[in-house]
């Protein structure tokens, strides 16, 4: 059974849009029906290990296997249908959040990036996504976790990356004697983001925890003018959102899939 194609009659008007396109279906199988070197940039947040119920019998969740092994290969198969549909300059931006258990963290992203090399992703940074709203540890014995990591892999070193779209204002102009300005080009961003999380209780977006902010930055940088983003795991929009609202001096096509 192929992809369910949303149509605009049961979308909102994001994805409704000419430059966005929704698949409904399973991210592993939707995947395969992309073609070949056909997206610039995805930027996506899978379900959390064992942190979704199943929904039903015979329907399999990305996020509800036995074991964190079953979760890494079920996350490396989405994996490596991303790197086929990536274009040879393009980027793979993923969020991953770890889980403790029986006292123990297990590791679950980086032991999901060492997947990604495996199939021949290259990390380009590894994020730390600082949230100063976190949810309170009653734990007595651990340090109550506020943040999650989020790698930026491509495909090659000559993957396409625009700085200058991301840089940081570093100070004023600047006068000098000859009374010409300096303008400064600005700092590069560091890797450590603090970006408060969506408030999940919202009525406006009630399932949201991907926040918009988190999402603004990778497009800019590893998308070019009239790319194409996608997200796998696209749950309320959220990347759609921030590229259709936030980034529309640099339009582009979306292909979010489920």
């Given at each position: ?117 495996e199939i021949g992703w290259k990390i380009r940074s590894e994020v730390i996504w600082h949230k100063p709203g ?16 989020f790698f930026h892999f491509v495909k090659s070193k000559d993957a396409y990356y625009d700085m200058d779209a ?93």
């Amino acid at each position: 059974m192929g992809p369910t194609v949303i149509t605009p009659d049961v979308v909102s008007s994001v994805f409704a849009s000419r430059e966005c396109g929704l698949l409904l279906g399973d991210a592993r199988e939707v995947l395969r029906t992309l073609p070949h070197d056909s997206v610039d940039c995805t930027v996506t947040s899978p379900p959390y290990y064992s942190g979704r119920r199943h929904v039903g019998d015979t329907i399999h969740e990305i996020g509800s296997e036995k074991t964190v092994e079953e979760y890494v290969e079920a996350l490396a198969s989405v994996g490596r249908e991303v790197w086929r549909v990536t274009r040879p300059t393009g980027s793979y931006w993923l969020n991953l959040d770890d889980k403790c258990e029986r006292k123990e963290w297990l590791g679950i992203p980086w032991r999901v990036a060492f997947a990604m090399r495996e199939i021949g992703w290259k990390i380009r940074s590894e994020v730390i996504w600082h949230k100063p709203g976190h949810v309170r540890n009653a734990a007595k014995d651990r340090l109550t976790p506020a943040h999650e990591l989020f790698f930026h892999f491509v495909k090659s070193k000559d993957a396409y990356y625009d700085m200058d779209a991301i840089r940081e204002p570093s100070s004023p102009p600047i006068w000098r004697k000859n009374g010409l300005v300096k303008a400064p080009g600005g700092s590069v961003p560091t890797d450590v983001w603090t970006i408060q999380i969506e408030d999940s209780t919202s009525p406006k977006n009630p399932y949201a925890v991907f926040p918009e902010a988190l999402v603004e930055l990778p497009i800019r940088a590893t998308c070019p003018r009239g790319g194409t983003v996608l997200d796998p795991f696209v749950g309320s929009g959220t990347t759609a959102s921030a590229d259709s609202a936030q980034l529309l001096d640099k339009p582009r096509s979306i292909m979010p899939s489920r």
